[in-house]
């Protein structure tokens, strides 16, 4: 008689039922540990799937045929419950890790949030310094038209004293001409009288 497979899919279906509960274990704070027991769930419920239609047509069949006892049989038909039982509990669990936001996604999500904090700061501080930039600028502006206004006031002032010093220009030149004028006159009167005096 041939050696019965089913051994080989019990230890199979053991096995990864093993590293699913270790995969369960990691699952809470790890998305790469959510993600394998996804698959693993899924191909243990193919295999179990298998299992169970092959002890399904055993019991419907009659087992001795097969090699089987009665004793057997159950046996393996409380593997498939307790297996189908454990695969349940763990998709379960999956199920209700998968609603919540990961940990490496909250962890994001803080980074995110301390990195627009820290955003938000320093275009307070841009801010700041624009506004003060401002408001000097705006300071220099009025010095500039106050300067721009005494200049203007000045060159004013230097335009006047100009006429003026003009003015008093062409009033000294008549007046120096007035007094050559008179000078030169008591000159000749004087080379007169003297001439007289002479003869």
Wanted: proline share 2%; charged share 30%; with cysteine.
């Amino acid at each position: 008689m041939p050696r019965d497979p089913y051994h080989d899919f019990e230890k199979d279906i053991e096995n990864s039922l093993r590293r699913a509960e270790s995969l369960f274990q990691k699952s809470s704070r790890d998305d790469k540990a959510r993600r394998e027991l996804s698959t693993t769930l899924d191909s243990l419920r193919q295999d179990l799937d298998d299992v169970k239609e092959t002890v399904q047509v055993v019991e419907q069949s009659d087992a001795s045929r097969f090699g089987i006892d009665a004793v057997e049989l159950d046996r393996r038909k409380r593997f498939v419950q307790k297996c189908e039982s454990t695969i349940h509990r763990l998709s379960s669990h999956l199920t209700s890790v998968m609603a919540q936001p990961s940990v490496s996604l909250a962890w994001e999500k803080e980074q995110q949030q301390q990195l627009l904090a820290h955003q938000d700061q320093a275009l307070d501080t841009i801010g700041s310094s624009l506004y003060t930039l401002r408001e000097q600028a705006q300071l220099i502006g009025q010095e500039a038209d106050e300067h721009v206004l005494m200049l203007g006031e000045l060159d004013t002032d230097v335009d006047r004293t100009q006429s003026q010093l003009q003015h008093a220009m062409v009033r000294m030149d008549k007046l120096i001409a007035q007094t050559d004028a008179r000078l030169g006159g008591w000159c000749v009167w004087i080379l007169i009288v003297a001439r007289t005096r002479r003869n």
